[in-house]
T-cell receptor
Framework: DTEVTQTPKHLVMGMTNKKSLKCEQHMGHRAMYWYKQKAKKPPELMFVYSYEKLSINESVPSRFSPECPNSSLLNLHLHALQPEDSALYLC??????????????????FGEGSRLTVL | GEDVEQSLFLSVREGDSSVINCTYTDSSSTYLYWYKQEPGAGLQLLTYIFSNMDMKQDQRLTVLLNKKDKHLSLRIADTQTGDSAIYFCAEDDGNNRLAFGKGNQVVVIP
């Protein structure tokens, strides 16, 4: 299994809703990431979990709350979002926090993303 | 911090070669990467090059690295319709962060 699976693929929510994005990998990877990507732009790093502990928070607003219940799962809890938060949210994993085997820090395995629309 | 620049759009005929360029201004990265993003999908690592190499060839892909000019390029030989995508170059900052370029959209015309 070489996949990173994200659910749901599409999510529409109001500004007062609470929802969650889920990410799962069964490759035994020990680092997992959340990225936000706006249309025609590169992904922007939000959070990094290393060995199930939050290691990087790129000054993300508290209305985004990550959670790593175990080494295979990564959630992103959403509450009181704004329309400008509408984007593609990408989950990624890497074998180690320092990256892959022989390809350094940047060997990330991405999911297909969850496309979020905030009304 | 790292600042990665890319041009925006390339149109190429099927069977021709395509070349995508990328420059970076501040790097002590050990590796540089090319990622591909097809419409509606996540990013896929295409290839990478170790910073002490000048060139790396991987089937139809050739990566050239000019460290003096901080210039990275990706050449795709015999471009296919399946190569239509956005291509991002990226470098690592040594702290579990990737700095992505703005991306280059490649459209392959049959």
């Amino acid at each position: 299994d070489t996949e990173v699976t994200q659910t749901p693929k599409h999510l529409v929510m109001g500004m007062t809703n609470k929802k969650s994005l889920k990410c799962e990998q069964h490759m035994g990877h020990r680092a997992m990431y959340w990225y936000k990507q706006k249309a025609k732009k590169p992904p922007e790093l939000m959070f990094v979990y290393s060995y199930e502990k939050l290691s990087i928070n790129e000054s993300v607003p508290s209305r985004f709350s990550p959670e790593c219940p175990n080494s295979s799962l990564l959630n992103l809890h959403l509450h009181a979002l704004q329309p400008e938060d509408s984007a593609l949210y990408l989950c990624a994993s890497s074998p180690e926090p320092g990256g892959g085997q022989g390809a350094g820090t940047g060997e990330l395995f991405f999911g297909e993303g969850s496309r979020l629309t905030v009304l | 911090g790292e600042d990665v620049e890319q041009s925006l759009f390339l149109s190429v005929r099927e069977g021709d070669s395509s070349v995508i360029n990328c420059t970076y201004t501040d790097s002590s990265s050990t590796y540089l990467y090319w990622y591909k993003q097809e419409p509606g999908a996540g990013l896929q690592l295409l290839t990478y090059i170790f910073s002490n190499m000048d060139m790396k060839q991987d089937q139809r892909l050739t990566v050239l690295l000019n460290k003096k000019d901080k210039h990275l390029s990706l050449r795709i030989a015999d471009t296919q319709t399946g190569d239509s995508a956005i291509y991002f170059c990226a470098e690592d900052d040594g702290n579990n962060r990737l700095a992505f370029g703005k991306g280059n959209q490649v459209v392959v015309i049959p």
